[in-house]
């Protein structure tokens, strides 16, 4: 039967500024084979969905144009041949798009159970950090118990998440961040050292930390000048992996430090991967990192939670960067 009520989004309006968001009613989304509806109670908030709001970062083909990339809250509805699934059901979800609303659909396979003792603003504050990190850090990066990790933008939503993770895992943990407030927050959360970026050099700190070894594994959401300063960080054998580019898409590279220590540079985006990715990413966080959360060794930093319809005020926040972890939208 299809469902004929209306519900709350927000959209893009035209590509600018946070004012460009705007509260609109569309119809219900009805669930194809394989998919769940879900009714939404929370919603992240993340750095792809600024990008789609400037126009920079739009979704891939045939996903809706509603910018949001995870949420959290109850099966409403089953499509055809989804099993394992139950209406009423709490779940979180990693999305391609259309968390800013009232209702969502997603695959099933990439639907997860909210780990117990966890509200639904924290659950939706889950999957795009901890989908991201782990496929980065853990399988691109392929970090080890006991080596060294150095996370750029270390109280971003992904910075908090990989360097509760890291930690979690056995990794020594080093992180950027700018003022004595967001690194003591780093060290909190598990760093070994937090580096204040404006007034210290990221390489030399942990080049002095390693004893002049470096760091296994860098993840980088800043780009920029960056680039050239992690491979330097970088241990032989290291591991450099770009998720992001705060400083810019472009760099000035080097490649005899890349061929003399034998570095893998890397990177990924996430959203427009097949289904069955990130199913297989949804498996292992499942079986390794949902017991940790429900363990409460590991657990997602909410900074502050904006009703829906203010979706605008998050995003003004996060350009600003003033933020330690996630921010989330409160859905009805």
Same mark, same amino acid.
């Given at each position: 039967?299809? #469902? ?86 709490? =779940? ?108 210290? #050099? ?121 933020? =330690? ?5 409160? =859905?009805?």
């Amino acid at each position: 039967m299809t #469902d004929s009520r209306s519900m709350t989004v927000i959209e893009v309006s035209q590509p600018g500024k946070p004012e460009v968001l705007v509260a609109a009613r569309r119809p219900v989304p009805e669930p194809a084979p394989g998919e769940i509806r879900i009714a939404v109670k929370a919603a992240g908030v993340n750095r792809p969905d600024v990008l789609q709001r400037l126009g920079k970062y739009n979704p891939p083909p045939g996903i809706t144009d509603i910018p949001g990339l995870e949420v959290a809250g109850t099966v409403d509805a089953l499509g055809e041949g989804v099993e394992g699934w139950r209406v009423g059901d709490p =779940v979180c979800a990693l999305l391609a798009g259309g968390g800013y609303a009232e209702f969502c659909v997603v695959p099933a396979a990439q639907c997860l159970p909210i780990p117990a003792g966890l509200s639904m603003a924290e659950a939706a504050a889950l999957p795009e950090t901890f989908f991201t990190v782990w496929s980065n850090v853990f399988e691109r990066g392929a970090l080890q118990p006991g080596e060294a990790l150095l996370v750029h933008g270390g109280t971003s939503g992904i910075g908090t998440t990989a360097i509760q993770l890291g930690a979690a895992f056995g990794a020594r943990v080093f992180a950027t961040a700018r003022g004595p407030e967001k690194c003591g927050a780093c060290v909190r959360l598990g760093a070994e050292r937090a580096i204040d970026y404006a007034e210290e #050099d990221f390489v030399a700190v942990v080049k002095e930390a390693t004893g002049a070894a470096g760091v296994n594994v860098v993840l980088d959401i800043v780009g920029g000048d960056y680039v050239a300063r992690s491979i330097d960080a970088l241990a032989v054998e290291g591991r450099y992996v770009c998720i992001g580019f705060v400083r810019g898409a472009t760099a000035n590279v080097n490649f005899f430090p890349v061929m003399t220590k034998r570095l893998v540079l890397t990177g990924s985006t996430l959203r427009a991967r097949p289904v069955a990715y990130k199913q297989a990413v949804a498996d292992q966080l499942k079986a390794r990192v949902w017991p940790l959360i429900e363990q409460g060794k590991v657990k997602p930093v909410v900074h502050e939670i904006f009703p829906l319809e203010q979706a605008a005020d998050a995003h003004r926040l996060m350009e600003s960067n003033q933020h =330690v972890g996630k921010l989330v939208l409160a =859905v009805g």
